[in-house]
């Protein structure tokens, strides 16, 4: 049996998520077109009959600007400890610079194998794939280095098995059917910050957040926290309607997860300067 915890770093936007949902078959981390939507640790596991990949979705690298981003910082470093491995994703389509070199000197000090995955090759010349590759070759002394398209699944399976052959022999961490470590409470959460992200597009940025309040029987009540009033009235929309098509979206996910049929209870509340706030901070578990 071979089982080991596998750090997933790289730049915000680069498709760490929707690689670790590609690798692992399963949606644990949510998914966003904007940078900074994963804040937690999230492992994805992946287990086969001789093997355990638990896979750490780091949130976005990035200096620390305020107490939230501090804290991410500070999550990223606690979760560097201890891994068995490193996958560095790139983003092939974006210029490879200052920012990924940031990010792959902290990866390549670790002192553990380092493997890169150059993403979103769909849609790319083999030409211009080539060029990256040469590029990413320069960040540091790596064990391998896959091209990717965590979207199609293109050279997921080699880059898993690439993974997995890099594990040391061990126990397994998580009961084989357990695809996250997170509470039921926090993916609900996580649903409804998904959907309220994507519907409402680049008008409420990442100062949201997403509280459970309360599951009981079927009925599940949720809190959307907004840092201003007037990021409050886009998720509320015209008569109540933003908010409503958001708890329509969040529904079936968290139906699936519950297994049984919920009536989804949305509130929308202005917390200002909620990123600011320690003791706020703690209580969501930041
Ligand atoms: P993260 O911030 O690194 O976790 O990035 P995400 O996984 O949230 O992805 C950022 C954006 O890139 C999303 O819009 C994804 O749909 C998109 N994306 C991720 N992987 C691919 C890929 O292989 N191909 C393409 N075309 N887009 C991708």
Not at 114 to 138: C, E, P, S, W, Y
Not at 174 to 189: G, K, R, W, Y
Not at 226 to 236: A, D, G, P
Not at 270 to 286: C, I, Q, S, V
Request: charge should be neutral; glycine fraction near 8%.
């Amino acid at each position: 049996m071979r089982s080991g915890f596998v750090a997933v770093a790289g730049r915000p936007n680069v498709g760490k998520s929707t690689l670790v949902n590609a690798l692992t078959g399963t949606k644990v981390a949510i998914v966003s077109d904007k940078p900074h939507t994963t804040r937690r640790r999230i492992s994805g596991v992946h287990t086969t009959a001789d093997a355990q990949l638990v896979l750490t979705d780091l949130p976005g690298w990035q200096r620390p600007i305020d107490p939230l981003t501090e804290r991410m910082q500070g999550t990223v470093d606690a979760s560097l400890e201890g891994v068995d491995l490193v996958l560095l994703v790139l983003d092939c389509r974006a210029h490879i610079g200052a920012g990924d070199r940031f990010v792959a000197r902290r990866v390549f000090a670790l002192g553990v194998p380092v493997v890169i995955a150059l993403n979103k090759i769909d849609r790319l010349k083999h030409g211009h794939v080539a060029t990256q590759m040469k590029t990413a070759a320069t960040l540091g002394d790596f064990h391998a280095l896959h091209p990717v398209s965590a979207r199609t699944g293109d050279g997921v399976d080699e880059l898993r098995a690439d993974l997995i052959s890099l594990l040391p022999e061990g126990p397994l961490y998580f009961p084989p059917d357990q695809a996250t470590d997170l509470s039921v409470e926090v993916q609900i959460a996580e649903l409804v910050r998904e959907q309220a992200l994507r519907l409402t597009k680049e008008e409420v940025p990442h100062a949201l957040t997403a509280e459970v309040k309360e599951i009981e029987a079927g009925r599940v009540e949720v809190t959307l926290y907004t840092e201003t009033e007037s990021q409050k009235q886009i998720l509320i929309g015209k008569r109540g309607a933003m908010v409503r098509e958001i708890g329509t979206h969040a529904r079936p996910g968290i139906e699936e997860l519950l297994g049984r049929s919920v009536f989804l209870e949305l509130k929308v509340k202005a917390a200002p300067k909620w990123r600011r706030n320690a003791t706020m901070l703690e209580r969501l578990g930041l």
